[in-house]
């Protein structure tokens, strides 16, 4: 394959709005695409911008999201967030769920302390490296 036909491209970008993903790599001997959704007109981070993060205090650490895709706050459909507001948290402690591909990825606390607010909503697409949430960083957690 040395080019993509009109088709192929059609086909794909089909694909990516069907499975509502937000980027495909096509990588063939000597050829590659890229293509990327878009979102509210403008395009999604690159691999070069930096993670959307709002301006912390030096006690206040941003919980990422590890991969692009959708958050939970629910291990299950009927069930309780795993963290609210006010929760206090350990180092490693399961905060949320992000799936993509069918498959859950567990969001883990960076530090010990307390939630100090939630930035997405359940069942909001994500993207790799968005602030999910901010731990109020506990002044004796040596992590």
Do not use: C
């Not at 291990?75 to 591909?101: C, K």
């Amino acid at each position: 394959m040395n080019s993509i036909s009109d088709d192929d491209l059609r086909w794909l970008l089909a694909l990516l709005e069907e499975e509502n993903l937000a980027e495909i790599e096509v990588h063939e001997a000597d050829f590659e695409v890229l293509v990327r959704a878009e979102e509210s007109g403008e395009s999604l981070s690159s691999a070069d911008d930096e993670p959307s993060s709002p301006n912390l205090s030096a006690n206040q650490i941003p919980v990422l999201s590890p991969i692009a895709g959708v958050f939970y706050r629910t291990a299950s459909p009927e069930g309780e967030p795993l963290v609210e507001v006010g929760d206090e948290v350990e180092h490693g402690d399961t905060v949320g769920l992000v799936e993509a591909m069918k498959l859950f990825n567990e969001v883990p606390s960076p530090a010990r302390g307390v939630v100090a607010s939630i930035l997405v909503d359940n069942e909001q697409s994500v993207e790799e490296d968005q602030t999910l949430m901010i731990i109020e960083k506990d002044t004796e957690d040596r992590t």
